[in-house]
């Protein structure tokens, strides 16, 4: 609630501090502070931050620096609550009470964060005092005791435990309340604290890039390697550092809530002057994967265009991978056909752009070629790759308007195609799958054989085609209830289906068998005298 109020409140006015303090470190260390105390919370600006660099719009250096940043702003938030604040928590929850339900706009929304942010106070206040009892039973001080003996036992549950609260506050005010009441040794609170800081980094990076891409967990990478330098340090310098701390305030809890902000404060120190290295060294460290565009051309050398037949050699391997991307979106529409998950339509409209974009650079690499230099058998060929790209990207431009549009339907509808009906599309899926083969056989070899057993596939089609809508009727007849309630849908899938096999017809036999004399000018039969 705090972060939601806060982020509605000042939400732009945030972005704009975060904007404008990237420009350098120091003032992106002050904003990462300040946007943290704001939010209450350093996880939450770390998940913030990480989706804005993995995007791009943040350099990784400002990032890293604004992280310093928010960690020391988590510090002044364990200061101010390491004071008996939870007496003002009513205070904060009837104010916000108010301000949500008589006020508008901007009061209102930050009622939200001020009703948050005394539930946060109770919560700890009621937190802290349900594990009172615990830690004063037998058991639970033979745990600690047993924890604190053993210094990296101590990191290890404190690192835990911020892990798991998605929050570092809980931890160190628990080590500070435990230090206070004498459970554990100041050496063991001096523990918990650094464990904290090294859990408050593993949200971040387990949960805050998904993706595989490395360039999103650099952040979250960076920040956990100067918390676990922090905790190297600590722990080398472990006997000297535990005296110190303890002339930092009149009783355990101002002691380790004093170093918790200077060990903070020194990792600041020891970092932001070599921010832009160490972002270097992370880079090195995970370097972005390379970018493939696979609409771009993969073949058609320019130089080639000199020399007319490579080039239509090098325009015909470009143009069989338009076969390999219609194959792809086919299998994904079988996919989205017959399962309730959208991603397969997502990913296979995808495909339809590298289509288009490979089939007009196919265009304009052939146009290019000085038509004065191509011999009559060149000419035809150019003209073959072309009809051959055309249909083919015609064939993707139905699959992606038009049958991803009957699956789209299929789901908003939610319904499902009659067992019988759904084996009839896949059928013909899987048919179109193997035709998309004996297209490409044809376009390459140029073979009049291959090119006729294409045409006479285009009749088999139709006629399974007809076959599968008489059956659809029957079914409608009969009153089969999935058949009713995608009976439209059907029909256009199975249209749509026969039309994308016959963009393949035309564009790989046809050409070669005009170019043989086997192909009639009219499929009309002649007039009467």
């Known amino acids: 609630m705090v972060q939601t109020g806060v982020t509605r409140t000042f939400g732009p006015r945030l972005k704009s501090l975060l904007a404008s303090a990237l420009r350098n470190r120091f003032k992106a260390f002050a904003a990462g502070a300040a946007v943290t105390v704001a939010l209450q919370s350093s996880t939450a600006t770390a998940m913030m931050l990480t989706a804005f660099q993995a995007g791009g719009l943040v350099g990784l250096a400002p990032a890293l620096s604004v992280m310093l940043g928010a960690n020391v702003g988590t510090t002044l938030v364990v200061q101010v609550l390491s004071f008996d604040v939870a007496v003002v928590a009513p205070l904060l929850i009837l104010g916000g009470v108010i301000l949500f339900r008589r006020a508008k706009d901007e009061a209102h929304t930050f009622g939200r964060a001020l009703i948050g942010l005394g539930l946060v106070l109770t919560a700890l206040h009621q937190f802290l005092a349900l594990l009172e009892p615990l830690v004063e039973s037998p058991a639970g001080q033979a745990f600690l005791a047993q924890v604190g003996g053993y210094t990296p036992a101590a990191v290890i549950v404190a690192a835990a435990l911020t892990w798991a609260a998605h929050s570092s506050v809980v931890t160190v005010l628990l080590a500070m309340s435990l230090a206070t009441a004498g459970v554990v040794p100041l050496e063991t609170g001096v523990a918990l604290i650094v464990g904290a800081n090294l859990g408050s980094a593993l949200n971040p990076l387990l949960e805050g890039a998904h993706s595989d891409d490395p360039v999103g967990q650099r952040l979250p990478l960076g920040n956990f390697l100067n918390r676990l330098a922090g905790l190297v340090i600590v722990m080398g310098l472990f006997g000297f550092i535990v005296p110190l701390v303890a002339r930092l305030g009149p009783d355990p809890a101002r002691a380790l809530a004093n170093f918790h902000t200077l060990f903070n404060l020194g990792l600041a120190a020891l970092f932001l002057p070599w921010i832009r290295t160490y972002a270097w060294l992370i880079k090195k460290l995970l370097p972005a994967r390379p970018v493939v565009d696979p609409g771009a051309p993969l073949y058609l050398d320019p130089e080639a265009r000199a020399t007319p037949s490579l080039a239509l050699g090098f325009a015909t391997r470009e143009a069989l991978r338009m076969t390999d991307t219609l194959e792809a979106m ?129 009749e088999s089609f139709r006629e399974v085609e007809a076959d599968a809508v008489q059956a659809h009727f029957q079914r409608l007849q009969s009153g089969n209830a999935d058949t009713v309630d995608t009976s439209s849908l059907h029909l256009d899938a199975l249209r749509d289906l026969k039309r994308v096999n016959s963009h393949l017809v035309e564009g790989a036999a046809y050409p070669v068998l005009e170019a043989s004399g086997e192909l009639l000018r009219t499929r009309l039969a002649p007039r009467g005298g």
């Open 330 to 458: 086919l299998k994904g529409l079988r996919e989205a056909l017959t399962t309730p998950s959208k991603t397969p339509i997502q990913e296979t409209k995808l495909l339809d752009d590298v289509l288009d974009r490979l089939n007009t650079a196919i265009r304009a690499y052939l146009i290019s070629i000085p038509p004065d230099g191509l011999t009559p058998e060149e000419s035809t060929g150019v003209a073959r790759i072309l009809a051959f790209a055309t249909n083919v990207e015609h064939a993707g431009d139905l699959v992606d308007r038009n049958l991803l549009g009957v699956a789209t339907r299929r789901l908003k509808r939610g319904v499902n195609f009659s067992a019988e009906g759904e084996g009839e599309l896949v059928a013909l899926v899987d048919r179109l799958l193997a035709n998309v083969r004996l297209a490409a056989a044809a376009f390459v070899s140029g073979d009049a054989a291959a090119a006729r057993l294409l045409v006479a596939e285009k």
